[in-house]
């Protein structure tokens, strides 16, 4: 598996940089994802679950693509087919959940699959007093949706590329059992 960028792809005369497609509602977590990976120079769009999901021409020329909330059906054979046939990809899972991923069967084709694992982004909730009754991880205050688009960065880049089937969790600590008031 090469971490260099893909290969330009000599029947299209494609010499640019890899590009993104974030599939998932607009909202302060695609805004942020969208923003570090153009900021990382990687053209980015932005696309609801109800778009067209089979790697279709409009999408065809995708090289990284973060699901936020995956399409119903059969939505990652076709983006992946097309990634395959150009030896390079990513699919990068941004969920608190634990979605089904193909990360071997994908590797073998070139295509990195990964899960950034987030909990309590503090752009997301409703209202302060929900921030206020949530527990707060160890690190003493919630995740922020640039720190979640940062990891999503980092997946999509050249220096990722030997990272196949991880889950990263940026979680400040939850999960460890641990909180602010038993740190004191």
Not at 45 to 67: F, K, M, N, W, Y
Not at 119 to 139: D, F, K, M, N
């Amino acid at each position: 598996m090469s971490s260099a960028l893909p290969p330009a792809n000599p029947d299209e005369n494609v010499n640019e940089s890899p590009r993104a497609l974030i599939l998932g509602r607009v909202g302060p977590l695609a805004s942020a994802i969208r923003a570090a990976l153009r900021a990382a120079g990687i053209p980015c769009e932005l696309s609801s679950p109800e778009a067209p999901a089979q790697g279709t021409d409009e999408h065809s020329r995708v090289d990284i693509l973060v699901v936020l909330e995956p399409p119903a059906g059969d939505w990652k054979a076709g983006y992946t087919a097309a990634m395959g046939r150009r030896k390079w990809g990513r699919v990068i899972h941004v969920s608190e959940e634990l979605p089904a991923m193909d990360a071997a069967q994908l590797a073998s084709l070139g295509v990195n699959e990964n899960l950034v694992q987030w909990a309590g982004l503090a752009e997301l909730s409703a209202t302060e007093a929900e921030l206020r009754q949530a527990r707060v991880p160890a690190i003493g205050r919630p995740v922020t949706c640039a720190e979640v688009a940062e990891v999503v960065a980092f997946l999509a880049s050249p220096l990722a590329g030997y990272i196949v089937g991880a889950r990263i969790p940026v979680t400040g600590g939850l999960g460890l059992g641990l909180y602010p008031e038993q740190l004191s």
